[in-house]
């Protein structure tokens, strides 16, 4: 019986004689969809090819199961220079559509793991991985790249590098981007049957933050229901997450103090499923598994691997003409529907004016006459069109609330219950920090109404 050492040879793999050809033929042939300033490459020049090998540089965000897809096909489709930033290890669920990794490879890094297999099997191509969360790296580390493609699956990472990379486009007193600093972000995602690919040009369209009204709320249980009358194997994890591990405190961090919930971290989740099923047995409740208690705690959607594979085609497909003009790059968003039947659409999704990140106008939000800083703040949490984490608030002169460093949330908690009007006056703007935003502050406007309007 063969076994996985059997059917995958390590050995390093020669360059096929023509792997090169197809793409020789799009660089080498003006076509119709050709995009303005395409010139061919020629028997002589082969600037495009030469391009495309030795210059451009992609970063990948995610090695999962898009992750995977994508560096595969950038690959095959002859980008060499190549760097990947996952933060997560291998698990032995991710076997059955991520298909870079092996059995021997569980527990180890998937950027590594995945990089050193692109690199084994295809000749030239250099992918440099980073084993550690994009919040690691500084702006000249983004900077450097000609592309970003987003291979992840939370909507907190898009915020985060969208805000970023919006970030390192400067603009004039009239209010013009700096057109030679843009670097485009390719933007894939799935969730089952259903999966979307979009282009962001930061600046001159509509940014990842400009979409986000769109997304639903995640699903939240009544906590009484929790508590008390759990039903749902959800009930029960939600119970361990939400009210045992504040109570029992199981991790400590470096510093002694209580450890927030890391759902990358195993021994996190394996004592979340341990309470959760206690909970469930306790009430007679079927089906808290592991593979559950992370699909809850990380809202997790099931995925399918034909999806992956069709949404980085059109990822990769995107970046190939991002960096040869063989054709105009997409107009900027591409959902597709696989749920029955296929189906896609292309759609432009218009930018807002109002973004936080991108937007050329200020975002206004309207308050009740005597709503205290604590109510703006959860104002910012809970509109579909903030959805911030843990908002800094200041104004010229004075810090409203800072939830960083510690020694600052102390000295600033008591203005939380104070009204904001003594801090505010109507039409002025407050200035906004946020995890989410890569540390780019926005700028909000308030405008006080009365209770009866």
């Not at 989740?269 to 705690?297: F, H, P, S």
């Amino acid at each position: 019986m063969s076994t996985d050492s059997d059917m995958m040879d390590t050995s390093p793999i020669d360059d096929p004689v023509g792997r090169w050809s197809d793409i020789e033929h799009l660089l080498s042939r003006r076509g119709p969809l050709a995009a303005e300033g395409f010139e061919p490459d020629t028997v002589t020049s082969s600037s495009l090819k030469t391009k495309l090998f030795d210059e451009f540089k992609v970063l990948v965000i995610g090695a999962g199961g898009l992750g995977c897809e994508l560096l595969k096909d950038l690959a095959l489709m002859g980008f060499r220079n190549i760097d990947v930033v996952d933060m997560d290890t291998i698990d032995v669920s991710n076997l059955n559509r991520q298909f870079l990794f092996r059995e021997q490879d569980v527990g180890k890094p998937k950027a590594d793991v995945a990089a050193a297999f692109i690199n084994q099997r295809v000749v030239g191509c250099r992918v440099n991985p980073y084993f550690g969360k994009i919040q690691d790296k500084s702006s000249d580390y983004y900077a450097q790249f000609d592309v970003i493609v987003c291979g992840l699956d939370s909507i907190e990472a898009r915020r985060w590098i969208n805000a970023m990379i919006v970030s390192l486009v400067d603009v004039d007193d009239d209010g013009n981007p700096d057109a030679t600093a843009v670097i485009p972000i390719v933007d894939g995602g799935t969730e089952g049957f259903k999966g979307h690919a979009r282009v962001i040009l930061p600046r001159f369209s509509s940014c990842f933050e400009c979409m986000l009204p769109a997304f639903p709320p995640q699903e939240k249980y009544p906590i009484c229901t929790i508590a008390l009358t759990p039903r749902l194997p959800e009930h029960c994890i939600e119970w361990a997450s939400q009210l045992h591990w504040p109570k029992h405190s199981p991790f400590k961090d470096a510093k002694g103090a209580v450890a927030s919930i890391d759902t990358d971290n195993p021994e996190h989740m394996k004592w979340l499923y341990e309470a959760a099923l206690e909970r469930a047995n306790e009430y007679d409740i079927q089906g808290v598994t592991y593979k559950k208690t992370q699909g809850v705690v990380k809202n997790i959607i099931p995925a399918v691997a034909s999806t992956n594979a069709v949404i980085a085609a059109a990822c990769t497909t995107e970046v190939f003409k991002i960096a040869t003009n063989t054709a105009d790059s997409l107009d900027n968003y591409l959902m597709l529907n696989g749920v029955t039947g296929t189906y896609s659409h292309t759609f432009n999704y218009e930018q807002r004016e109002d973004c936080p990140v991108c937007g050329v106008k200020t975002s206004v939000v309207e308050m009740s006459a005597d709503a205290t800083v604590k109510d703006f703040f959860n104002k910012l949490c809970t509109d579909t069109a903030f959805r911030f984490k843990n908002p800094g608030l200041s104004v010229p002169g004075k810090v409203l609330y800072m939830p960083k460093p510690q020694s600052l949330e102390r000295q600033t908690r008591k203005n939380l219950a104070e009204r904001l009007d003594s801090f505010v006056q109507d039409g002025n703007e407050v200035d906004c920090t946020d995890e989410t935003l890569a540390g780019v502050a926005a700028s909000i406007r308030v405008r006080f109404i009365n209770n009866d309007q």
